[in-house]
């Protein structure tokens, strides 16, 4: 039976007593045989926790169990047992009397009830239950207590599934069958800790076959939602679901609020692992809504914690701070309401629940603090947790907490105390047998040293760390630890030994993550993996000065960026497939400038015809974000102004030409004489408009004002698309255009992304297409479905694509374009089934196209802000086959949009190449801005697009004269 609260314990006793001596009462006075007997609608109709007891005299019982259940009887008798199972066991004693007799009465009238006098034995055996049950079941509850303290503490000893064991056998001979659910309910828990899956879903279902034998609907709910759970974490959601959905049913039909809740809770975890914010939350605020009906006094405060899960996964850490709180102001209460419990097996599971949920709060907190950059409020956050550590929390979230102490103390400052923390997680781990996370904590203490200097230190812990690594099997940890190592042997002055370490840290990550479906975290994953490749990118350009391999190493993380760690256009043995070293497709009228953006430096690579030169830059990428976002809040208003930038506010003609000093000075002496530059971002200059830097030396002019300045996403996807016979010949006008805009968005769809609003310009832009292009297709309004999309893009040699990108999955940082609803959507999932997204692209065949055109916000590199920072929708069509792509890189006013798009398909109608037509594009909005006297006028209206497109072909010429800009 679920525990409940105290005070409805003592309610039900005190009517059970009620019951009693009102019946003693009545026979006493009058002599007769009537007895007073529990209804038993009440008790099914009522909270297991607030049953209110109808008394009524002895010949109405009989007929109430004449209109009853055998089975539904037979629960009656037990709920009188049930009712004793609340109490201690000195204060169930001194009823076992009354009970027995209450009991007895009750079987025989069962009997005469049903007529069946080969069952009265069998009442009557159930009737003498009470005084040893109740001891045995008390004794066992201790025993139960212990078990669970240990379990949860990290003491997994294998004598604990015996002693559990013994106590279901002595239950199942004493006919206490469903109490035995409970305890296999507890050796799962046990099994699942020593990561022993098998045994553990064995202990589910014996649990479930008992749970569904005695009928007991409450614990089947909790079962099925146990089920559920495990499925959860072995990575099989639609199993998940199905036992979640179960148990969801079981606990609304019975009106059981707290499970109800728990389903509902599990089901909005896997909707926001999925993506789907707006379903998990509401499936999360339902879950609460059934908390507030529970006598359960844990129910809320799980609830608080999942919402403020939620708000900070999809970047609200506000809210999330908010309903934290409120998760902290429940575990307190819980806390209170220990000191009152009734049960020692439900104190156990208070104490854990309440202590690790605390932790996770404060956790969260932290690296909310964190990530705003308040390092003595996320010191003073983890110094709460050091009592609850001391008092005996789990072993598991207490080495948890401890490294994050660490990790807390180290970006503080706090040396020492930070190594003492270290220390302190290795030896909890160590006591838990946990390889994994012992080889975590000694890499997080092993660049604490690599920090302070402690070289021996280091190579010391790193040593133990790649040994606890390799024993735990676990390629993540190998990985890292290997990493760590190499950097030891980096700074003991060790270089190549470092290299050949950090390549194999490479090649363990690549395959690990290739061998796993990696969803949550994923971005983190890939976070750990470019550390790796920056260290080597140090490596190869101060220690080794080897622009070539640098080269190879940049094309490997950007390859991660697109598709995956070791895809992108690598074979099997992790080479490239050409040449980096060969310059033969360069043309001599284009130099081609490549970034490579490390914690600390930044590598600037010019490649022309006759060879390649590398220069160094000392600018933290830290530096270089903040002076990007300066200049990008100068050109638009939609992009996000730099946190606390010091000093005064700059022109924009300013801080263009700083970024030009920084990113086009250094290499300025390659451009000589050329005609034609691609620019291959990194980091954050992936959003930066090249062509809209301004050399401020003498006259200021833009950089599109003397050169032809287009991007590509990578080398090796510049030199694909650069090869003969790649890609549709240009300037030959396009026969089959597929036009698509003018889409119609659902209100559900506006709901879930609020930037998705009716675009009147894009209606203008098809239109503009259709006067000016023949034979075209054109897709707009409720025709606009992804699916008509697909099934038309591969046979059109144009595309112009005028929508919204969306953030899709929310927190995933990549961006992803929106369609007309094929059906009316009804769900977050409806919505889904609208947007196409980078993967899919990348998977359709455009080879027979010339050119697409999104003209949509942020389609070239993702979203501004977020952890993107790479190849987007631009790229997925490159991979897709189409040669030239324009897109934008910010967001952009629909006006400016429309105004830009229209320009630039006059220009693609006078017969321009898409190159020229960009370039006439432009010169035209700058020139406009020169004859206003404000360079800035106009420019977020042409500055946000950019041209990925090849390089010319040896004996190509542009469809527009150069000279005639």
Known sequence: MGPVKRRSAATALLFLAAAVLLQFSTVSRTGTDR??????????????????????????????????????????????????FMKRLAEAEERCTVLEDETGRIAQMISEAFDTPHRFEAFQRQAAWPRKLIRMKLEGDERFAKCARRIYGGDLSPEIPAILEGDIGLMLREGADCENGHYLDLMATYYFAMKDDARAFESLCRAGEIFSRCGNKAAMAQFTGRMGEYFKRKGKPEKAEEYLMQSLAIALGMDEPYYAARAYSFLGSMRRDQGFFFEAESLFTQSLACCERSTRIDCRKSQYISLARL??????????????ELAMGEIETIRRGIRESYSPTHDVYLENSASSSLGTCLSLKTRILMGRGEFEGAVKTMEATLPLIDRGLDRHMEAELERQLGDVY????????????????????????????????LTALTLLHLETGDMDKAEESALEAVRQASGSGDWAARSAALH?????????????????LLRSAVAIFENGYASRNVAAGKRAMESDLNGIYCDIFALQAEEFNNVDSLLWWAEKRRGAAASGPGAAGFGADGTAGWEIGDLSWIPPEAAVIQYVVTPGKLYVVASVAGGRVLVPVDISSAVLRESTSRFLSLCSPHCEKPAGAPGPRPTLEEAASDLYDILVRPVSESLDGKSIVCFIPDGPLHYLP???LIDGRGAPRFLAERLDVTTSGSLAGLRRRTAPGTGAAPGDGFRHPLLVGALEYSPLAKRIFPEVVDLPGSASEIERAARLLDGETLLDGRDATKEEFILRAPGADLVLISTHTIEYPVFSGETALLFSPATGARSEMDVSRAILTADEIGGMDLSGSKLVVLAACESACGRMGSNAGGPGLSEAFSRAGAPVVLS??????DEAAQSFVCRFLDELAGGADAAGAVRCARMKAISEAREAGDLSADIEGWAPFTLLAPLPRPGETRATDHKNR
């Not at 934008?888 to 006013?893: D, F, N, P, V």
């Open 35 to 84: 007895r007073y007997m529990i209804n038993p609608a009440s008790i099914y109709r009522a909270d297991p926790g607030e049953m209110s007891f109808l008394l009524m005299p002895g010949d109405e019982a009989l007929e109430v169990f004449r209109g009853a259940d055998y089975d539904d009887c037979s629960k009656i008798l037990n709920t009188f047992t049930e009712i004793y």
């Open 410 to 441: 180290t970006a503080a400052g706090r040396f020492g105390d930070a190594r003492r923390f270290y220390a302190r997680a290795i030896e909890t781990s160590r006591r838990l047998g946990e390889s994994r996370e012992i080889a975590g904590h």
């Open 311 to 324: 708000y900070y996964d999809f970047g609200q850490p506000g809210l999330s701070e908010y309903y934290l």
């Open 888 to 893: 934008s890189l910010w967001r952009i006013g």
């Open 484 to 500: 760590a190592s190499g950097l030891v042997e980096i700074g003991k002055g060790r270089a190549a030994e470092g290299y050949d």
């Open 690 to 692: 090249f062509h809209a």
